[in-house]
Nanobody, 126 residues
Framework: VQLVESGGGLVQAGGSLRLSCAAS??????????MAWFRQSPGTERQFVAV????????NYVDSVKGRFTIARDNAKNMLYLQMNHLKPEGTAVYYC??????????????????WGQGAQVTVTS
């Protein structure tokens, strides 16, 4: 599956952004993939942010974004979203969407995911 992120940008602390991830060209339908968001700041490893399983029976977030970020999908449009509210400067990073067919072995491990987008830059100013 091919993934393309969009919606990144520059925002002040306390503001909101919605990232989108468009999926296409796959052997399996989009609704067969567990989808996740990761982020990476300069000099750091790629970090798990959120996950939503293929049948939406499970969702999880890294503690630092719980209550502020929401992951969602629209299977009819082959789209994944990440609504980010009350953004903080430490949220500045390149955000990546990732996909794994059905259930990944570990929902939060980047090594689990087979498919990645190119990333979208989010910059939060104080």
């Amino acid at each position: 599956v091919q993934l393309v992120e969009s919606g990144g940008g520059l925002v002040q602390a306390g503001g909101s952004l919605r990232l989108s991830c468009a999926a296409s060209a796959s052997t399996y339908s989009f609704d067969s993939y567990t989808m996740a968001w990761f982020r990476q700041s300069p000099g750091t490893e790629r970090q798990f942010v959120a996950v939503l399983t293929w049948n939406e029976d499970y969702t999880n977030y890294v503690d630092s974004v719980k209550g502020r970020f929401t992951i969602a999908r629209d299977n009819a449009k082959n789209m994944l979203y990440l609504q980010m509210n009350h953004l903080k400067p430490e949220g500045t990073a390149v955000y990546y969407c990732a996909a794994h067919y059905l259930y990944p072995g570990s929902m939060a491990a980047r090594e689990t995911y087979n498919y990645w987008g190119q990333g979208a830059q989010v910059t939060v100013t104080s």
